[in-house]
Structure formats: structure tokens, C-alpha cells
């Protein structure tokens, strides 16, 4: 007898098929992480997955980095791409990108930015950090930037964006969480800006040795984005195919796709408070 | 417990700090061989193919499958294949320091050429991971220069400038800062990896030639090459204790607690082990075997390395590459001889000669022995149900199984018209105590006399491969396979299929792994283990015995704080980091004399401990 998991899965594909002519493909953009190149041979072990599993070919990229995965949905090189909230909200604006699928870390599909300090440092409130340096992830980032920022003008320390580099010392994008959070750590700077769980990339020991200064509100987790027109049927199969990552047997497959704990469908209204806040810092309109 | 964090990653330290590993993140290839090259070529004898390898093969531990070699220039291949050919250590040394060195500077050339573009961002990033190969170096070495270098990469990442998304978030370049930051990375390099002649090594580092040629004492953090696993097995293997099944509670029984901390603790050992982090349940996680540890360079296989080779103990040293694979412990006490070769009739001769011979740990107590040894006898098998209490299988063994039971006790020829069953005996636990040469071992010169192993119970050893002293046989079928080979058994292929499925039958057991759920967790796990340890301060605390108080207090504290790490519930990590504060002022309170301090630091440690228990996972 067929569960309702595997009657939608063979719905989709019914549904799907008058689209699949001979030699048509799903193409996806991977936004690269630590390391671009390890990265490639991921999306060939989850594009390989999907493929057999969808029944299509399914191919998959690295792109440069947001800017070219937002373009790649733009221009049709891309049917779909894995992103942050807000390249996702930008892209929904400006192209109408659709959200398939949101990740979800620790039981959730939301998290939070974050301002940490060593413990040692005798920092105890944002107001502390004024001419001090602080480390941020990446300018285009919502837990590694806007939101820890954000922090900030909310205390009324700063005004916009444009001000940071009035209150701090040094502002640095360090490339990653994870540079930023080692800059902090060791030293390099007083503060670093980004995602709650970054603190687990950092040594045990290391972890020991910082604390969380402030925390900004929920984000919505990094979400699975098409392209518009993507044809609708391809898209359901998508969704129902990736959602099976979440079963206990194909759960390892994540560690090839960052690492989530899983997926949900995505709903594009949780997405609203990375909407007011891209509009206030001038993203949107 | 040791090693239980498996998934952090640390991308930019060349190894964990402290006394719990964390597994590494993956290493740029050449960066892979770099390392590798500086860990083999401190052993003795030098494992010369092994580090040719490293550079012509995908080395372990590297992000990408792809060798080394194929990412370096000709002039910078020639220099590493002629000192390989010559088996030049200090050429080689300075051939892969070059092309480390020369990389990291090609790479932020291409960056400095590409700025304003996508592009250059990858190029600081191939960049940075190359310098992940000397960061240890310079750090131990001049700590000024690691933060001026450090600052650099920031300053490096920041003036790249972006075009933002869809015109968002753009920062503009600055070629000014980068050039800037490049001229210090550059000049760094150059001088002291890339110098006109290189100090002569006695040891191979990546400290840097400024700091070699001062003559400065350098101490650098013991590390293990690329490709190094020694956090738990992934899939942890369930721990029977005797006591525990049969209901008794380990805080109950001070000298099993102890040493169930011992068994769990680095400290027993002597540099580096103790500094990596390495106990006894490293290898023999929670009483069976870790089949993920691997350190390249010692081991052949994950499961096992080279337990007397120049790494950890020089002193025992034996020169050759022998393998071996890591036995379960599990029902110990019914399983001597020890040893692979059975060279210890008893356990705690056993036990002390793993301290002090293997580990170059100084040597244990009476009473040090007296807890390790109260404990390991605990370890029972994983339970049953296919064999009965003589070894015989029962109505739940599959047919296959019955029919290989009758060929295991049949006699053949080949085995001096013995059986299976007249070594592997099933009321002995499928084992006799004895010692054979089965052909397994080539004798160590042509006449001479080939090492003798122990007969290895089968109980439980589905959950053990690979066989054989050495690891060298990957599969039950795989050993009946060289059985039938070797002792001209005859067999034909049904017969071989039975006799795998009996092996099979005979070698299972009962929930073989500790399953996590939810507040079942990973740190639950811990924090239990841990708390039982501390609770034998209730024995030590009114005995005064300040010894084996700080050896608590330096295996519990930090292992608390770390393994806080791993918690599901990360909200609660700052009291964890507060709990092993407390417990660390029982042990200097104690190590001051200070015993009225001492127990009120224990009463409170109780007191919190019962207070935050619920939060514990």
C-alpha cells in the first residue's frame, strides 16, 4: 500500500512528467561556504541523490558567491539555489524568486546573530565596544552582519550602517564566521558579528574562553530558492525528494548540503521580518 | 568521557588545543603534504613511501581527492621528487615549505591582480588555507607576528570590496589596504619560509627561520598530521559493566569510579598522548574498539597503529611498521593472555605496561592499578541470545548458522586434524588461552621464529573488523575465505557462506550502540560519566589524598567545560563552564592544604549539580 509520502512523490512525478522532455535538466547553484572547491564535489554527491531519486537529470555549480546565484536564477542559468534570507528577500523583490524549502538547525528553521567577546576582555556592553574593532562575516549577511549591526542601532549607538565605522575602531569583513570568530578569539579584534551557533566553530577550549555579548531576533534559516516559472511540477518533486533527507537513512546526505539537521517547506510570510529589516537598512524599498 | 566532540570543526588550527580532540577540518592539498611531510619525517625509521605518497596520492585528511603534485610548478616538483629520490630529509624540508610558501604568494598575487572581481575573494581564500600550515608555527614561535599577520588576512578579506547582491550591500575595494596587507604577508614569507638557505633541522616544524635561527626555545603544541581521527567512533558502542546490569550504581563503588576515570584520562599518559588528548578509550571506546581512529604515519588501517613505534614512546621504539589492530576489551577478564602476542598472562601487568611502555606515562600507583583494573573487569560481553552459556547456538540461529556450527567443530587436515572449535572454544568463550603461529607473521629473519598471537575470542567481533592481529582481512567471509585458502579446508562456496553466517551468529550482540535522542544525548552521556567521577571526592576528599584529587580535578574539569560544546542544549553551556570552575577550586583548595575549602567547594559542586541536572543535555 503506498503511504501518503510515497503517493505524493508519484503524484509529482505524473505531474512533472509532461515537462521532462529528453535531456532536460534541474539546475542548481551552490553558494560557496568555507571551501569552494571541496564544495564541488558535495553537489556531486547530492546532485548524484537527487537525480536517481527525482528521475531527472539534476546538475549543480558553485557560483562566486551571492550576487552570481541571485544572477544565475535571473538569467536562467540556475533553477534553483541555495541561499541566505536575505539574498533570498532581495532576490523575491527584484526577480520574483520563490521559496521552496527553509534548513533547520537544533529543531528549528530560525537563529539568531550575535555579538561575542572573550570573556577576558572586560567587555560587557555594546556601549563597551565604541573605538574598539570588531569582526563581521560578510557584508551581504544576515546573522554574520545586518543583524548584529543592527543590535547596535537599536541601543541608539549608531545610526544606519554608513555610521559603524564612526563607533567602532576597525570594522572588518573577515570572509566567514569562521575567521571572524577566530579574529575574536584570538585576539585579532575585540568583537566579532555573527551567527549564534558560530561559537561551535571555534576549539572547546576556545569556546570556554568567549561569551555572548547580545543577541538580535530571530532570523528565518537559509532557504532553497527557484527561479520564477520554474515549471511547478518540477518544483513539488523537488520539494517531496529533498524533504526525504530528513529520514534517518538519508540523513548523512546533509552533511553535503551544510549541514542542517533538515528541511521544512518553505512559508515566504516568516520571511517578513527580513523584509522590514532590509527596507530600514535601504535593501529594499 | 574523552572524545566525544566529533563535529566541530576548526578550520584555520592545525589541531585541537587542550585535552579533547575535536576532529580537523579538512586541509588544502598542499598544505595536506606539507603537514604530513613534517609528522612522518620526524619518525624513525622515515616511512619514506608513505610520505612519497602523501605528494603523489590525495593525502588523507585533504578537502579535495586530488594529490598534491598536481598543484605544483615543475621547478617546485622536481625540488620534492629528487629530495623523495634521495631520501633527503632536510632537502625535502625545504622543498615543501617552498611550495607552501610559494603558493601562498602566487595566490595573493592572482588576488591582487583580480580585485574588484569575485575572483579574488577565492584567491585569498586558497591563500588563507595554505597558511593554515604554518599558523602553529609562527604562534608558538612570535606571537607579535601572528597577530600582525593575522590582521593582515583580515585587512586582505576586507578591502576586497563586493558588488553586494543586486547592488546591495556593495563595499568598495581598496587596493591600497590590500597591496598594504599583501607587502606584510609577503615579506613575512620570504624571510622565514622562503629564506636564500635554510637552518639545518634537527626536528621539522613549521616554526619559523627567524625564530630557528635565534636559537630560541620554541614549544610547540604536539599535533597530529592531516588525516589524524582519534574523536570517538561515530556510532558509540554500547558499555556493558556488570555491576551497572545487575543494578548496582558506579558512585556506589569508589574504586570502579576512579577507574573509569583513569580509563578516561590523559593524564596517566606521558607526552605528546597526554597532550593530544589520548586515553585508553581513544582506542577502546566505552570497552570495545574505535574503528574510526587513524593517525597516518602509524596506522595502516582505521582501528589500530603502531603501538611501539618512535612517536609516543622512543624508548620503545622496535624500527618496524607492525600494525596492529585494536582489540575489543569487552569481557576482558575471561580473555587472557594479553597483548596481541599474549606476552602478559596477567591484566594489570597488561594495563601498566600500556601506561609506561606505550604511552611513556609515568609509573602508575599500586592504587592507580588496583582502580583500572576494578574496572575493566567490569566490562562484560554485549549480550547474546544466538549462543547459549556453553557457546552452543540456540533456536534463534538461522539455519545457515547451525549447518556452519557442524563444520566449525568438524576436523580437518589442514589444521592438524583439528577443528575451528578445538582453539576457538565455544564453552571458553570461544577462545583457549594460548598462543599459536598460524601463518600469519613472517619470522624476522629466514629461520627465525615468527611471533606467536593469542587466540581472539569470536564473541561480539561482528562489531570489531577488521581481523587478524593486523587488521589485514576486512570481513568475516573474507577470514573464512583465508582459512579455507591457507589450511587447505576444502570448502566450497555454501560451506564458506555457512561458516561466515555461524561467525556471524556467534559474533553478534544486543543493541551494539548507544543510541541518542533527544535529551538522551551525546552530552547527557558525558555529563553522567563525568558526575560519577567527581563522585568518588566523597572517598578522596576525607582520605586527604591531594594526588589523586588533582588527577580527578585535571581529567574532569576540562573534559566538563569541553564537552559543553557538544550540548543540545547550548543554553545552559555557561553553567557548565561555572560547574567546572568549581570542581577545578576543589582541586587547588586541595592542592593548597586547604581542606576545609575543599569540602565546602565539594558541597557546593553537589549542591549545583542537583540544581542544573535537568538541563543537562
Known amino acids: ?285 | 568521557m574523552k572524545k566525544l566532540i566529533t563535529t566541530a570543526l576548526v578550520g584555520l588550527l592545525p589541531v585541537a588545543a587542550g585535552a579533547t580532540a575535536v576532529e580537523q577540518a579538512p586541509w588544502a592539498p598542499r598544505s595536506a603534504a606539507y603537514r604530513l611531510t613534517l609528522f612522518m619525517g620526524n619518525l624513525t625509521p622515515v616511512p619514506w613511501e608513505k610520505i612519497k605518497n602523501s605528494w603523489t596520492a590525495p593525502a588523507p585528511g585533504s578537502a579535495l581527492s586530488e594529490d598534491a603534485m598536481s598543484r605544483v610548478t615543475p621547478a617546485e616538483a622536481s625540488a620534492i621528487s629528487a629530495a623523495l629520490a634521495a631520501q633527503d630529509r632536510q632537502a625535502l624540508f625545504e622543498a615543501a615549505t617552498a611550495v607552501v610558501a610559494q603558493g601562498i604568494l602566487r595566490h595573493l598575487e592572482a588576488a591582487e591582480a583580480a580585485l574588484g572581481q569575485p575572483n579574488a575573494a577565492h584567491e585569498v581564500a586558497k591563500a588563507e588555507a595554505l597558511f593554515r600550515a604554518f599558523e602553529d608555527g609562527i604562534k608558538a614561535a612570535d606571537a607579535k607576528a601572528a597577530r600582525d599577520l593575522g590582521r593582515a588576512w583580515l585587512v586582505l578579506n576586507s578591502s576586497l570590496g563586493t558588488a553586494g547582491v543586486l547592488g546591495h550591500g556593495a563595499q568598495e575595494t581598496d587596493a591600497e589596504r590590500f597591496a598594504a596587507a599583501h607587502a606584510t604577508l609577503e615579506t613575512y614569507l620570504t624571510e622565514n619560509y622562503l629564506p636564500a638557505a635554510y637552518a639545518e633541522r634537527e626536528k621539522l616544524t613549521p616554526v619559523p627561520e627567524s625564530a630557528v635561527r635565534s636559537g630560541t626555545p620554541v614549544t610547540l603544541p604536539a599535533t597530529l598530521p592531516p588525516g589524524s581521527n582519534i574523536a570517538d567512533q561515530r556510532e558509540l558502542p554500547r558499555l556493558v559493566l556488570q555491576f551497572e546490569e545487575a543494578g548496582e550504581d558506579e558512585a556506589n563503588l569508589p574504586l570502579v569510579a576512579y577507574g573509569d576515570m583513569l580509563f578516561d584520562s590523559p593524564e596517566i599518559f606521558g607526552a605528546p598522548a597526554r597532550e593530544l588528548g589520548i586515553a585508553c578509550s581513544t582506542c577502546h571506546n566505552r570497552s570495545d574498539v574505535n574503528r574510526d581512529f587513524f593517525i597516518p604515519g602509524l596506522s595502516k588501517y582505521a582501528g589500530g597503529m603502531d603501538v611501539d613505534g618512535s612517536f609516543f614512546n622512543p624508548m620503545f621504539n622496535d624500527r618496524a611498521d607492525d600494525h596492529l589492530d585494536t582489540p575489543s576489551m569487552r569481557g576482558i577478564r575471561f580473555t587472557a593472555p594479553y597483548g596481541r602476542d599474549g606476552r602478559e598472562p596477567s591484566l594489570r601487568r597488561f594495563i601498566r605496561n600500556v601506561i609506561v611502555t606505550e604511552f611513556a606515562g609515568e609509573e602508575p600507583t599500586p592504587f592507580q592499578l588496583d582502580a583500572l583494573e576494578a574496572y575493566v573487569k567490569q566490562f562484560d560481553f554485549l549480550p547474546n541470545p544466538k549462543i547459549d552459556r556453553a557457546g552452543r547456538l540456540t533456536d534463534l540461529a538461522s539455519d545457515a548458522a547451525k549447518r556452519g556450527e557442524e563444520l566449525f567443530n568438524t576436523e580437518f587436515t589442514g589444521l592438524g586434524d583439528r577443528s575451528c572449535a578445538s582453539c576457538h572454544t565455544p564453552e571458553r568463550n570461544f577462545r583457549d588461552g594460548l598462543t599459536y603461529d598460524i601463518g600469519t607473521a613472517e619470522p624476522p629473519f629466514p629461520g627465525g621464529t615468527p611471533i606467536h598471537f593469542e587466540t581472539p575470542t569470536l564473541r561480539n567481533i561482528n562489531f570489531t573488523a577488521p581481523y587478524l592481529h593486523d587488521g589485514s582481512l576486512p570481513t568475516l567471509a573474507s577470514v573464512v575465505d583465508w582459512f579455507d585458502a591457507s589450511k587447505n579446508l576444502g570448502l566450497d562456496e555454501a560451506q564458506r557462506a555457512d561458516l561466515t553466517a555461524y561467525l556471524e551468529a556467534v559474533g553478534d550482540g544486543e543493541e551494539p550502540y548507544q543510541a541518542f535522542e533527544g535529551r538522551d544525548s551525546v552530552f547527557r552521556l558525558s555529563w553522567e560519566e563525568l558526575t560519577t567521577f567527581a563522585s568518588t571526592l566523597d572517598t578522596l576528599l576525607p582520605m586527604r589524598d591531594a594526588q589523586n584529587i588533582a588527577l580527578l580535578v585535571d581529567t574532569v574539569a576540562p573534559d566538563l567545560a569541553a564537552d559543553a560544546s557538544v550540548m543540545v542544549n547550548q543554553n545552559s553551556k555557561p553553567e557548565i563552564y561555572k560547574f567546572a570552575a568549581i570542581l577545578r577550586a576543589v582541586g587547588d583548595a586541595s592542592a593548597a592544604g586547604d581542606w576545609d575549602e575543599a569540602g565546602l567547594q565539594w558541597s557546593q559542586f553537589k549542591a549545583m549539580q542537583a540544581e542544573i541536572d535537568e538541563r543537562m543535555y
Do not use: C
Not at chain 1, 61 to 74: G, K, P, Q, S
Not at chain 1, 246 to 251: I, L, M, Q, S, Y
Open chain 1, 1 to 285: 500500500m503506498l503511504s501518503r509520502r510515497n503517493f505524493l512523490a508519484v503524484s509529482a512525478a505524473i505531474l512533472a512528467a509532461p515537462a521532462l522532455a529528453a535531456g532536460e535538466e534541474l539546475k542548481l547553484a551552490f553558494i560557496p561556504q568555507e571551501n569552494p572547491e571541496k564544495l564541488l564535489g558535495d553537489v556531486r554527491a547530492i546532485t548524484g541523490w537527487l537525480s536517481e531519486r527525482m528521475g531527472m537529470t539534476v546538475t549543480g555549480f558553485v557560483t562566486f558567491d551571492h550576487a552570481a546565484a541571485v544572477e544565475a536564477l535571473r538569467n536562467g542559468d540556475a533553477d534553483i539555489s541555495f541561499m541566505g534570507a536575505l539574498p533570498y528577500v532581495l532576490a523575491e523583490d527584484q526577480i520574483g524568486a520563490v521559496p521552496l524549502l527553509s534548513e533547520v538547525y537544533r529543531g528549528q528553521p530560525s537563529y539568531a546573530g550575535r555579538v561575542f567577546v572573550r570573556k577576558d576582555s572586560g567587555i560587557e556592553t555594546l556601549a563597551d565596544l565604541k573605538g574598539r574593532d570588531i569582526a563581521f562575516a560578510d557584508p551581504v549577511s544576515e546573522s554574520g552582519y545586518l543583524y548584529p549591526l543592527d543590535l547596535f542601532v537599536r541601543e541608539g549607538l549608531i545610526a544606519d550602517a554608513a555610521d559603524a565605522d564612526n563607533f567602532f575602531g576597525r570594522k572588518f569583513f573577515a570572509g566567514g564566521y569562521q575567521q571572524a570568530m577566530q579574529a575574536m578569539a584570538n585576539g585579532l579584534v575585540d568583537a566579532a558579528g555573527a551567527s549564534q551557533y558560530a561559537d561551535l566553530l571555534l576549539t572547546p577550549d576556545q569556546q570556554a574562553e568567549v561569551k555572548v555579548l547580545a543577541e538580535s531576533e530571530q532570523i528565518p534559516s537559509h532557504a532553497v530558492v527557484a527561479r520564477p516559472g520554474l515549471d511547478q511540477g518540477v518544483q513539488a518533486r523537488f520539494v517531496e525528494t529533498m524533504l526525504q533527507l530528513n529520514e534517518p537513512g538519508n540523513r548523512h546526505l546533509l552533511a553535503y548540503l551544510y549541514g542542517p539537521d533538515g528541511y521544512i517547506a518553505a512559508d515566504r510570510d516568516v520571511y517578513e521580518g527580513v523584509r522590514e529589516t532590509a527596507r530600514r537598512y535601504g535593501y529594499l524599498k
